[in-house]
Structure formats: structure tokens, C-alpha cells
């Protein structure tokens, strides 16, 4: 199946294949240049038009079709034949230069001997070498400047020998100069062809340049090809594999997301996630997958498309790609909206607790992960919850800071808690904050801070909080063990231990409370170097 | 390649002649003359003829009519003209004079080769 595209030759309308349009397309462009823009080649231009309509419509009537196709073009163009085979009477034949008519089936030979090797001022980027070159060797200039400039990028070789063509090779100044050049005989007749010829390429420049604009896009992946050659075809394939382990890259990160979501636990995560419920979690890694291949996936197909000349994307295809990956951006957009509204609310439980006053305070942390020997199923005695096989990371958190308040002397000494935790109602938040556990413990002479706080079910990870005041009476004598430090707030633990000559075998630290708040008791060692 | 060059002048002055030949004959359609001159063994692709007939007829050697035809667009039907006619009455006489040197030069040669 193919597509066919509507055209008219003077006004009269055909349905001809879009492989068999490109071909009639420039043959007419070739028929119009050869033509030039004169009354006179109008009319030409015309009947062969008209001519080629004839020719096409005996074509349909005969064939009993619709469609023109390739071969009845290429039939039409042998039979109205080539500009090659136009044996026209103002061809320039005289002594010297003189070029050789192409038979219809011929190979072309060189255009050669009688023509003069000159610098065109016309056709010059620099200085015009390479299009004198071109004409000298009836080569297209642009494949001259294609191999100067990967000869420039390989070592700069082309340069040298380039200044020195630029210096031999004189300047086509004079009309008759630039006659010699191309091999025309300077006589009355091409005088008054090159400067036809000079009128009409000022003029069709500009309507040319539409066109090439249009085919532009098509021809990119043309132009990388021939234009580039061997430099653009090896950054197309470098950019290919960067694109393909890219494409593999997310592949694999979705997979193994996926898998995390439905419990499989492995190193490859993506924490973001863990923030979203499961269903959620599910559609958002699909939204972000999307989102991020897609553009891949797109550049991975055009650099196919280019390296290996096949067909353009059904633009179906292409339509529905795009679609899909608005569709999957406004997905995660959504999905970060949705996750960061959970945490609108913020519900705070505060609780109050008595402590037995002391001669001496003694704080220290433990760590609740660290099980004692003979203790069994430590967590649920201690603290009545029921952790099911999932990474005890799910309920352990450790947002927990500590501070120290000073209280009349006279004053029971408290410690006080306030959990909080976030969502999207105060309702929710509130229930979060309900399932936190948290409680020091007084055994003996100190006062226990467990390491974690426990949530009662595993919940999401909403910022749950834990903050802890600890009120005692002035003039109290406090020691703080080393491994609380982390949880202190407002006390400068570090400072008071660099007191201590041994400071970082250094245990625990004196401090006092004063109105203030707490304060190192140790003394800083004097400096040795004292005068 | 020299002996190309003087077929390909040769050709491109009889052209034009028996074209006017034979559009002198009648009323006559461009395509048609092609197959005139495939008759005539004198080969040329269309694209050859069109800008020689428009050339013609803009020196006023021919003219031509459109016809509607049944299947396609209008056609130019080509004639000669008086002018056209007085012009090939001078290109009779050339040629008769040109074959008679040719032959007259040819006689000379093959008169040496017995």
C-alpha cells in the first residue's frame, strides 16, 4: 500500500505515488532550470507540461487506473528524455573547449581540457577554490568543501594546501574569465547565456529557498549521511548507545522499583517512592518511566531512522508517543502535588511524664536494636507491637531531638514528649502522630532515651517527630553519656568534652543547670604552651 | 570524440530542416513528428523538439492552433507559414548543393580506391 499525493499540470489533476512524485518533482526542477526564465522558456516549459499530462493520461485510460507510479514516470522521462540528451542548437562548440554530449545511456565522462583552473568569485566561501576546483572537475564544489573540512579537523592538513591553491590559482574576473573557467567558448552566444543564466539564478534563488526549507527536515537525515560522512555517522552512534543505555538505564530502575513496591526488597531503590501508598506508588513509577524514556526512546528512533536509512515513523505512532509522555509528565506533576498534600497537616501530641529526683542525673541512649542475650522477643515486651517480616526499617524512625529546661529548684522534675506527625486532614495527622511509642525509661540511678521511636503499625513515612524536654530543677547535677550526643539540642556536648584532657576517650561529660539552661561543669585544661 | 563532435553538428543542422520538411507536409502535432523522424531514423527525444518548435515559431517559420483532444489536455497543432515555406524553399536548394559536394567528394575517393 502506498500513499499518493494529488497534483495538477496545468490544471489538470493526477493521483501519483509519493515515491514516483519525488522523482517527476526534480526532473521538473532540472527541465525548468535547464530552461532558464526567458517569454521564451515559458513557453517551452509549457508544452513539454503539457506534453508529460498527455503522456500520463494515456497512461490511466490504457492502464485502467488511477495512480501514476515510478514507472510511468521514469517511462515518461525517457521518452520526453533527460536536459543531458536535449540537442540544443546554442550549445558552445568551438576550438578549444568543447564538452561531450551524454548519449541517453552513456556514462558521463569528464568535463575536461580547454577549461582554464581559476578562482570563482561567485561562488566563494573563502575564496573560492573549491567551486574553481569544481568547475575544473566538474565536481559539485560542496563535496570539495566537505573534504577540506574533515582534512582540517584531521590534523589541519587541508589548510596548507588550500592557502597555496588559493595563491596559484588566479581570479575569474572578467566575464570572459569566468567562460574560460566553466569551458565555455567566449563567444556572442554565451555572453548572452551566462548573463541569462546570471538573471535567472538571482532570481529563482528565491523561490528556491522555500522549497529547500520545506524538504530541509526531510533531507537531515540525507545531509548526515553524505554531508557529514564519517565524523556525523560516528557521533549519530555514539549518541545511539548513549541513548540506548539510557533507555536501559530506566528500564532497569523501573523494574527493580516495581519490584520494591510489591515487597520484593533490593538495593536498587528509589526513596521518593516509599512516600506514595502502593497503588499509587505503581502509577507514579509508570508516569516517571514514561516521562523519562520517552524522550529517549524518541532520539534512540531517529538516530535508527538516520544510521540506517529506513522509513520515517508512522506519524500515528509518533502522535501517540508524544500524547503519551504529556499524559505521563502530567502524571508525576500529579503524583508530586498528591504525595506533598499528605503533608499539609501537622498534629502535635504532647505528653507529660514524672521523673524521680536524683542527687545526680545520669542520660544516656540505648539502642533498641541491640537485643540482650536471654531478652526474647525484646520489641514486643518492651513495647507491645508486632513487626511482620518487613525491614524494621519501616517502624523504627529517629527524629528525635532532646532538650534540657530548667525548672524552680523546688519543682518536680518531668520530662516532657510531643509527637507529631503529618497528613493531609488534622484528623490524619493526628492518627499518625497517635502511633508513635516513645518513653524514656528510669532504671536505678539514669534515665534510659531508647535510640528509635516505634510506630504501633507501619504507616507512610509522614514526618513523624518526636521532641523531648527534659525539665529539671536548678542547680541539678546532670551527666550525659556519650552516644546521646546526636539527640541534644541547644548544648554544645562537643565543646564541653574537648575539656577533658583525654577528650576522645572521653565517656561522659559534668554539666550543671542553671537558669540558663545546662552548663559543662569541667573546667577547660589550660593550653601547655601558656605563658 | 572529434568524430562525435562533427556527427553532433551535422545532426543539429539537418534538425531543424526536416523538421520544417515535415510540418510542410500538413497540420501536424509534436508527438507525431517524433514518430516522423523514428520513420526517418532521425532519433531525438522530445525534449529536444519543444524548444526548437517554440524557437521556430518565434522567428515566424511556423504557427500553430489548439485542438481539444479527447484524452488530455489541448494540443498544438503546428503548420508552416509563408515564411516558413520561403525558408525551406532556401534550405532545399542548400541541401541539393551540399549533397552534390559531398557526393562530388566522395566520388573522388572512391574514383582513387579502384
Redesign the interface.
Known sequence: MNKTIIININSIVFHIEEDAYDVLRSYMIDIKKHFGNTPESKEILEDIENRIAEMFSERIHTGRKEVINLEDVQQVIEQMGRVSDFEENDEPIGAEGFRQERRAGQAPHLEYVGKKLMRDPDDKILGGVCSGLGHYFGIEPVWLRVLLALFFLLGGSGVLVYIILWIVMPLAETRADKMAMRGENPNLQNFKKSFDEELKSFSQNFSETGERINRGARNAGNLVNAGLGFIGKMIAWVMLIFASLNILGLFIVFVFSLMNIFGLENPIYFPPLELLATNDALIALIFGFLAMGIPFLALFLWLIRILFKTDKLNSYLSLTMFAVWIVSIIGVIYYCIYASMDFREKSTINVQRDIQPREIYYFMEKDIRALDAGEKDSLRSKFNIQPNGKDLRNYLHNDIAIYFESIDSLSQPYIQYSYSAKGKTYQLAAERAHNIVYEAIQENEGVLFPSHFLLKQSTLDRDHQVRVTVHLPQGAHVILQRGIENKLRDISYKKCRDNYPDSRQQKYTDWVMTKTGLSCSQQPTPEEDEE | ?IA??TQ??M??GI??YCILSIISRGEIY??DIIAELKKARLL?????L??????LK?NGLLSYTWKE?S??????YYQITDEGRDVLARLDITWRELVFAVETSLQAKTDEEH
Not at chain 2, 531525438?44 to 529536444?48: D, F
Not at chain 2, 484524452?71 to 498544438?76: D, E, F, I, T, V
Request: hydrophobic share 25%.
Open positions: 570524440m562525435e563532435n553532433t553538428q545532426r543539429k534538425l531543424e509534436a508527438s531525438v527525444v522530445e525534449g529536444t519543444y524548444p526548437l518548435l517554440t524557437r518565434n483532444s484524452s488530455g489536455p489541448p494540443r498544438k
